[in-house]
Structures are given as C-alpha cells and as structure tokens.
C-alpha cells in the first residue's frame, strides 16, 4: 500500500474525477479532496502534472503527482495493490473497458454543455459549488470570457456534438449487447444475527447486491466503476449529488433522455444503487 497520504485534486462535475473517486471510495483507500473550481484549476494543474496538461483528475503522493484517470488507475494498481476491484486474471479485460468508455468522456461532456450553457446561471452555480468566495467573484466576472474559450476548447459546436452523439449511441448500443450476453450476478447470502458485523463498503455492497450484471466475470470490479461513471451524467443516478439533481437533468442532460429507457443506463442507475454509496461522505477541501 502507499505510505504517503494521497490528495485527490477534482472538479465536481467531472466524471473522470468520479471514476477515481469511487475506485478510492471502494478500495477503501484513505484520501483527501480537493475541489478545484473550472478555469481556475488551469495553472495549479499545470504545475502540478509537468506535462502540459491542466486535466484532471490528479492523484498526489507526497512529491509524486499523478495526471489523468487512466494513469492514476495504473499507479494505484502497483502502488495500492492488490487492488479487489482488479483480479490479476482480469486486468486486461478489465483495463479495455476503461479505455472504451473513456473516450467518449469528451463527446459526453460536449454533448451535454450545448444545451446547458442556454443557463448560465446553472453552469455559474455548478462550477462555484466548492469555490472560495475570491473564486466565486472571480467567475462571476469573467464569466462572459470564460464561456467562449469553454466553448472553443471542448468543441462546443453543433457539427462536433453530432458526431460526439453518434460516438455515444455506438458504446451504448455495444454496453446493450454486452449485457444480453451476461447472467446476473449471484445474490449474496445476507448476514445472520450471529456472524459478525460487517464493515467497510466492498463488504456492504456486496452484501447489498441482487442481481446487477457485471461487465468482467461474475462480480462488481473496476470495469463497471469505469463504465457507470462516465456514463453517470446521462443516466442521472439519484446518489449522484449533481447529475442526480432535476435542473441537471432537466437542463443538461435533457437531450440525453433518447437513452433514459435504454437496458444501457438503467444498468448505470442499478450499479450506482448496489454499489455506489455515498458520494462525498466528507465535503471536499476548499
């Protein structure tokens, strides 16, 4: 395991950052972390990450900082291991399902910011959730500048959110098949009044679990933590406490509702209530 305390550097609404979050959450690896408002993380994640990136989420382990979820996953795997999320036999498979589902983290993002900045006054409110008060002025300002870089950047236009809606539907429909071909998981026994308490979230949830289909053997592991969570602010899941939200819904991922109904992200809503907890269980450092 890591000897140094990990710091967690996000944005609340990103769902890469969630990704690694709950991998943290379920591995109950312990962690402390720190809400970076948008625009502004730019130049500490610079810095921090060496190379040329401002993404996050980031990962820091004394000196050592750690940029982007997928390389986050590998450190974690190595520094943090063995990870039970992550059989060794599984790792593969494991690791090629994050991959596909990471890269239509863009197009999600993209497709959901052309309707919502049609609010500004929502994008406004949800970038300066956990934002100092300095922060909250300093977006409030420059807001009118901020949102056409937003928009440049993230290719925020109605050619590019097409194609980002068909790169979408395809990983929606492979998901759909991909759960046709699956048995539902076994149900586990549930706790007799004589055995022991159970503690610690991979013991509760699996507890918890009915029947959710797994996407890697027979049992909830990383690749549904990867897959349920960047598909998580189109499936609206009600634990989530900003894509669960109805102006969320209502105002964001609206044009999303052509896959609520789908066999795709009503799985994602049935992995975040069996296996999800609670996100945010401590506030987030300012």
């Not at 390389?71 to 994050?98: F, N, T, Y």
């Not at 009044?193 to 909830?220: H, M, N, W």
């Amino acid at each position: 395991m890591a000897s140094r305390a990990l710091t967690l550097f996000t944005i609340n609404m990103s769902h890469y950052s969630e990704k690694i979050r709950w991998l943290l959450d379920y591995e109950e690896i312990p962690y402390q972390e720190i809400a970076l408002t948008p625009a502004l993380h730019t130049v500490p994640m610079w810095f921090k990450g060496r190379r040329a990136q401002t993404t996050v989420p980031l990962l820091q382990s004394g000196k050592i900082c750690i940029q982007d979820s997928p390389r986050i996953v590998d450190w974690l795997a190595v520094h943090c291991s063995p990870l039970d999320s992550m059989p060794s036999g599984k790792q593969q498979e494991i690791l090629a399902v994050q991959q596909r589902f990471d890269a239509i983290g863009k197009p999600i993002a993209r497709y959901l910011y052309l309707p919502g900045f049609a609010h500004d006054a929502l994008i406004r409110t949800l970038w300066t959730q956990f934002a100092k008060p300095w922060e909250r002025r300093f977006i409030a300002l420059a807001y009118p500048l901020i949102k056409p870089a937003f928009r440049i950047k993230l290719r925020i236009n109605s050619r590019a959110v097409k194609q980002a809606e068909q790169l979408i539907d395809a990983e929606i429909r492979w998901l759909e098949q991909r759960l046709q071909q699956l048995e539902p998981g076994i149900k586990q026994k549930e706790p007799q009044e004589t055995e022991q308490p159970i503690k610690g979230q991979k013991e509760e949830q699996g507890r918890r679990s009915k029947t959710c289909r797994y996407l890697v053997g027979d049992a909830f592991s990383f690749a549904d933590i990867a897959a349920a969570s960047i598909l998580a602010p189109l499936a609206c899941p009600p634990e989530h406490p900003i894509y669960g939200e109805e102006e969320f819904r209502e105002k964001m991922a609206g044009p999303a509702q052509q896959w609520a109904d789908s066999a795709a992200l009503q799985w994602v809503r049935d992995i975040y209530a069996e296996h999800r907890g609670t996100v945010w269980t401590r506030i987030p450092v300012l």
